[in-house]
């Protein structure tokens, strides 16, 4: 899930770079992004597996694993290239918005496919993840959703997400204002 993914992110930074006049995302967001994403992937033991998996448990295949990624990985980078699209055309962002954007879409896509991957029925329907990686997962999203928008991302020079942000990704509590965007000296263009 992690090869994937952060395969997908490298796609979509090195796409991104050839329209846009700033980097994407800034190296201490990625290394953030991918600290807050193993730290939710810790409860994958508590999961519970389907009783078909019990009775015939699943080998390593490394070329499935490699199939995996080469899939996965730029089909997260169509979500992402929607993000762009949207922070660039619809919000009209700037670098530090945008990166902050791209950061919480990104980190949310990552952490919430854990759930359509962990098994082969329905989700949630006919396959329950346990309450841990339930809890570690959504915790990971609210957080990185949370970051931005508040000062403690200074370190990380990121800003507010714009307010109109779809909800299912954006959990701030109050709109975006250009007074209180928390950001540091070079995090513009």
């Known amino acids: 899930m992690g090869t994937s993914s952060n395969f997908g992110n490298m796609l979509s930074a090195a796409g991104a770079s050839v329209f846009l006049s700033f980097l994407p995302m800034l190296p201490s967001q990625i290394l953030l992004n991918n600290l807050l994403y193993d730290a939710g992937q810790l409860a994958i033991p508590t ?54 954007g791209w950061f919480v879409e990104s980190l949310a896509t990552q952490a919430l496919i854990v759930f359509a991957i962990r098994t082969r029925r329905i989700p949630f329907f006919r396959s329950r993840p346990s309450l841990p990686l339930t809890l570690t997962t959504v915790a990971v ?35 975006a204002s ?10 513009g263009p």
Do not use: K, N, Y
């Open 47 to 100: 999961d519970h597996v389907d009783e078909e998996q019990l009775r015939r448990p699943s080998h390593w295949d490394i070329g499935f694993i490699r199939r995996f990624m080469l899939v996965f990985g730029p089909l997260s980078s169509v979500f992402d290239l929607i993000t762009f699209g949207v922070m660039l055309w619809v919000f009209h962002s700037g670098p530090a918005q945008f990166r902050s």
């Open 141 to 175: 999203v609210l957080v990185g959703a949370v970051l931005p928008a508040r000062a403690v991302c200074t370190s990380s020079r990121a800003t507010d997400t714009p307010s109109t942000t779809p909800a299912a990704v954006e959990v701030s509590t109050h709109p």
């Open 178 to 187: 250009p007074s209180r965007s928390p950001t540091l000296p070079g995090s």
